[in-house]
């Protein structure tokens, strides 16, 4: 079974909604730079630890997990600098690398970091 066939399966059956956000656009006419208004996006999401196999020599850290997310009704594309809300849990977006063998996300894979 391929990687977009078991995250499928686990988004499905684990899957749990979360919540990306998205800092807003700074201000930067005025000193100093006033932030912008975050957006928030729902999402579906299934958080898993990351095997030992894929922490070996890579960059991913003691405390980071993956998190497979759903195409489905996700009005972004993920990206470095997003947050991820996950049971009362807010994680950092380290990495996000979208799965789409045939040229289509069908999910995001992510690697967040806890706090």
């Not at 998190?67 to 600098?81: M, Q, R, S």
């Amino acid at each position: 079974m391929g990687m977009t066939e078991t995250a499928s399966r686990l988004i499905a059956k684990w899957g749990q909604a979360g919540t990306f956000v998205r800092p807003g656009e700074a201000d930067e006419t005025t000193y100093p730079p006033t932030p912008g208004t975050p957006t928030n996006h729902a999402a579906t999401v299934c958080v898993v630890d990351y095997t030992s196999e894929d922490r070996d020599g890579s960059n991913i850290q003691a405390n980071d997990l993956r998190a497979f997310v759903a195409v489905e009704d996700l009005d972004i594309t993920p990206d470095n600098g997003d947050s991820l809300t996950v049971a009362g849990k807010t994680f950092s977006v380290v990495r996000v690398v979208p799965m789409a063998p045939d040229g289509v996300a069908r999910f995001y894979d992510v690697q967040v970091r806890g706090a």
